[in-house]
C-alpha cells in the first residue's frame, strides 16, 4: 500500500505540473502513458484518452471500467500560488486540478495496480478520459465503441468516497413566443412579451409526476430572455433559455416532450439531449458492498462523464467538490491514501 500511495503521489505531481485545460490535454496524455507503461502495462491512445487492460479480455466475464479525467479548467482568479507548481504545505497539496479529479486518477490506477495482481473475476479497464470539464465528444464519449461494453462504470470525482448513486442530467432549452407587431401607442398587435410571461410562469411552477428518491424533483429555471427593438414597438418575437436539471425518472427526450406539451405556444430547441440523467440500483453488488463498508450513498447535482455512459455507473473519489474551480486547488495526501484503500475494499472479488 505504501508502493500505491507514494507512487500515485508522483503521478499526481506530474499532472499538476503538466497543463491540461480541456482540448489541450496531449502533453497530460503523455504523463498517464508513461507513468501505464512503468507500472508494466500496455498503454493504448485514441486522441488524448489513455487506457489499459488488466489482463486478456475474456468475454465470459463481466466487465469494469475505472474512469477519471485529465482536464482541468483554467486557473481562477485569486490564485496565490502557481497553479503548475505542486505545493505541499499544511498536509496539503496544491495545484490545478488536484482535487478534480487529479486525485481520482491516480487513486484509481493504484487501485487498478493492485486488482490486476490479484487477479478478479471481471474484465478490469482503466482509462484516464480527456474533455470532461466541456462535455467534449472526443472525450469518454468517443471511447464507448472503442472499450467492451462495460457491466460498471466507476467514475472518480471528489465526492469524498461518498457514492452518488444518481446524477441530474442537463438540457439547454433556446425558447421562442411568437406576437403581433404594432404600435405601442395604439391598441395593434400581441405582445410576444406579454405571452411570454404565462409561458414563464408555467415553467417556474412546472411540477413532473414522478421524483426522484436521490435527486428530488426535476428543476426548470428560466435563466436568460431577450425581446423587443424599441420602445415604441410592441414586439413580435420574445426568446428565452431554460436550464432544466433532470433526474433518471425521465430521459432528456422525454422531460423535453412533457415540456412542450406544458406550453405548446413556445418553441422550445434543445442545444443537445446527451446530457443525460443517470442511476443504479440500490441493491446493485457495488452499491451493497459500498452500504457494507458504511458509506452512504447520494444524488449528485454536478455533472461529470457519467451522463454520457448509457452503461451502470457510480461517481465515487477523493476530495470535495465545493474545491473543483477555485483558486488555491488542494487534496490532502491521505485522502488518496484512504481513496485507494477504499477503491480496493469496493473492488475486490466483486461479483457481478
Known amino acids: 500500500m505504501d508502493e500505491l500511495f507514494y507512487d500515485a503521489i508522483d503521478f499526481l505531481k506530474c499532472l499538476i505540473s ?23 502495462f500496455a498503454p493504448m491512445r485514441h486522441g488524448c484518452n489513455v487506457w489499459c487492460s488488466a489482463t486478456t479480455f475474456n468475454p465470459s466475464l463481466p466487465t469494469i471500467w475505472l474512469n477519471s479525467h485529465i482536464d482541468t479548467v483554467k486557473p481562477a482568479a485569486g490564485w496565490t500560488l502557481d497553479p503548475f507548481t505542486p505545493t505541499e504545505a499544511d498536509d496539503r497539496l496544491y495545484g490545478l486540478g488536484s482535487n478534480d479529479a487529479g486525485a481520482s486518477v491516480v487513486s484509481l490506477f493504484a487501485a487498478f495496480r493492485h486488482l490486476a495482481e490479484t487477479g478478479q473475476p471481471y474484465n478490469l479497464i482503466f482509462l484516464a478520459s480527456c474533455e470532461e470539464e466541456v462535455s467534449g465528444r472526443g472525450g469518454i464519449e468517443s471511447m464507448i465503441q472503442m ?58 411552477n412546472f411540477n413532473f409526476d414522478r421524483i ?71 441493491d446493485h453488488p457495488f452499491v451493497a458492498r459500498a452500504a457494507m463498508l458504511g458509506l452512504e450513498p447520494f444524488g449528485s447535482p454536478t455533472l461529470s462523464d457519467q451522463a454520457l455512459i448509457a452503461y451502470p455507473s457510480v461517481k465515487i473519489g477523493p476530495g470535495q467538490s465545493s474545491r473543483s474551480h477555485t483558486a488555491d486547488e488542494y487534496i490532502e495526501p491521505d485522502e488518496i491514501r484512504r481513496a485507494i484503500a477504499t477503491y480496493i475494499a469496493l473492488l475486490d472479488n466483486l461479483r457481478l
Open 212 to 282: 426522484s428518491p436521490m435527486l428530488g424533483p426535476i428543476k426548470v429555471s428560466v435563466t436568460q430572455i431577450e425581446s423587443g427593438t424599441a420602445h415604441n414597438v410592441v414586439p413580435d418575437r420574445c426568446r428565452i433559455v431554460v436550464d432544466v436539471r433532470t433526474t433518471e425518472e425521465y430521459s432528456n427526450q422525454q422531460t423535453l416532450d412533457i415540456l412542450r406539451q406544458a406550453v405548446p405556444q413556445c418553441t422550445l430547441t434543445p442545444r443537445s439531449t446527451r446530457l443525460n440523467p443517470s442511476g443504479i440500483s440500490s
Open 147 to 204: 472499450l467492451p461494453k462495460a457491466d460498471l462504470v466507476v467514475v472518480g470525482e471528489p465526492t469524498g468516497m461518498q457514492p452518488a448513486v444518481a446524477e441530474k442530467g442537463l438540457m439547454v432549452l433556446d425558447g421562442e413566443i411568437a406576437g403581433v407587431a404594432g404600435h405601442a401607442a395604439r391598441n395593434e398587435g400581441v405582445n410576444a412579451i406579454y405571452r411570454a410571461i404565462e409561458v414563464i410562469d408555467t415553467l417556474r
Open 18 to 40: 503538466t497543463p491540461s485545460t480541456s482540448r489541450d490535454e496531449s502533453r497530460a496524455a503523455d504523463v498517464v502513458e508513461r507513468f501505464v507503461k512503468a507500472a508494466g
